[in-house]
T-cell receptor
């Protein structure tokens, strides 16, 4: 099956620091999405990217859809304690089964106050 | 609360028992998806349903697992004769017809199945 390589697996940072995480794929995706999952909760959509090269911001979050359509990164600026959680990238192919999302394994973010 | 509703949130079963997980999509959404999350893993697609139709069940194990989305009532994911390897969090998501192709799925809070 499809594999998304997400890195890093985990990060421990101080409040106020910036964070960067990324995903790479062996295949092309039509859409890249970034989700956040809090403990015991379901994933919540943060940012959706639809075009190669697209750079999109949502508050302190910025994400980019790689030119090759095989990668994406997410940056969080000036982290705060409530940024703690697991961040997942997800890719969506074009074509007949484009409703399926392929998820990375997640990046666990810990923010020390 | 107009979000995706799943129940139960936690379910404990002994090996060989049946597990039934329910999902009510967001109001106005007619597409339902089930994903499974194993510990320290990302979510894996299981099945995609519309009302009274299974569109794609390619991610679902061929035995013991079944899903339905009846005309009335919630979608149900049913696992018969559970085994320890079925222990996982099962997430339901829904989308609006027009958003199906954008990947913008709204997830429920999940049902966490523990098999003893």
């Amino acid at each position: 099956g499809q594999q998304l390589n997400q890195s890093p697996q985990s990060m421990f940072i101080q409040e106020g620091e910036d964070v960067s995480m990324n995903c790479t794929s062996s295949s092309i995706f039509n859409t890249w999405l970034w989700y956040k999952q809090d403990p015991g909760e379901g994933p919540v959509l943060l940012i959706a990217l639809y075009k190669a090269g697209e750079l999109t911001s949502n508050g302190r979050l910025t994400a980019q859809f790689g030119i090759t359509r095989k990668d994406s990164f997410l940056n969080i600026s000036a982290s705060i304690p409530s940024d703690v959680g697991i961040y997942f990238c997800a890719g969506q192919h074009s074509g007949g089964s484009n409703y399926k999302l392929t998820f990375g394994k997640g990046t666990l973010l810990t923010v020390n106050p | 609360n107009a979000g995706v509703m799943q129940n139960p949130r936690h379910l404990v079963r002994r090996r060989g028992q049946e597990a039934r997980l329910r999902c009510s999509p967001m109001k106005g959404h007619s597409h339902v998806y089930w994903y499974r999350q194993l510990p320290e893993e990302g979510l894996k697609f299981m099945v995609y349903l519309q009302k009274e139709n299974i569109i794609d069940e390619s991610g679902m194990p061929k035995e013991r697992f079944s899903a339905e989305f009846p005309k009335e009532g919630p979608s149900i994911l049913r696992i018969q004769q559970v085994v320890r390897g079925d222990s996982a969090a099962y997430f339901c998501a829904s989308s609006h017809q027009g958003k199906r192709d954008t990947g913008e799925l709204f997830f429920g809070e999940g049902s966490r199945l523990t098999v003893l």
